[in-house]
């Protein structure tokens, strides 16, 4: 827990100094999900089927991380954000509400993951912006960097998951 506390006080320290940084956190943690988002979905009016299949089973093991075992892992270990143990400001508005795992990276992460093993340049791009979207949450003042590799480890072993059910159905 030390070293989760220090960690985030490092990083939680890029933020609050320069305007056009604070903004650009702002936005990558906001809207990161909503770009990449739409990115599949220019991905499959472009390339069609092929990237239906890979949206479909993405979002499937996306929604059932964070819908299931992120809630669950919160019900079962409930934990203060950043904001509310330190008392510090934040750069985006945000209620309390449990901080382990972290939702929007494990969704993140869920999706990237499948996109990766369909799709290696496409999944290093969404790995890219799916890490800067935690550390951009962690700058935020929203996430401690623990929360952050829950997120990371749920997401990407929802996605594993759903590639091993993928390929059981494909074997029969």
């Not at 956190?25 to 092929?50: A, D, N, P, Q």
């Not at 996109?115 to 790995?127: A, T």
């Not at 480890?153 to 929802?158: C, E, F, P, T, V």
Request: proline share 3%; net charge positive.
């Amino acid at each position: 827990m030390a070293l989760d506390h220090s960690l985030f006080h490092l990083i939680f320290s890029l933020g609050g100094n320069y305007f056009w940084l604070d903004f650009a956190f702002h936005l990558v943690s906001r809207f990161t999900l909503y770009l990449l988002l739409l990115i599949l979905f220019i991905l499959f009016i472009i390339k069609g089927k092929e990237w239906g299949d890979v949206i479909k089973r993405g979002l499937l093991s996306a929604f059932f991380a964070r819908i299931f075992l992120v809630e669950v892992i919160r019900f079962i270990a409930p934990r203060e954000r950043p904001f509310q143990v330190f008392n510090i400001d934040t750069l985006l508005p945000l209620k309390e509400s449990s901080s382990l795992p972290s939702g929007h990276v494990t969704f993140l992460f869920a999706l990237s993951t499948t996109v990766f093993l369909f799709n290696r340049k496409w999944g290093i791009m969404f790995y890219s912006f799916s890490f800067l979207m935690g550390f951009s949450r962690i700058v935020s003042g929203l996430h401690f960097p623990g929360d952050i590799l829950v997120g990371i480890l749920l997401g990407i072993a929802s996605g594993l998951i759903f590639e091993v059910i993928k390929e059981k159905k494909s074997r029969n």
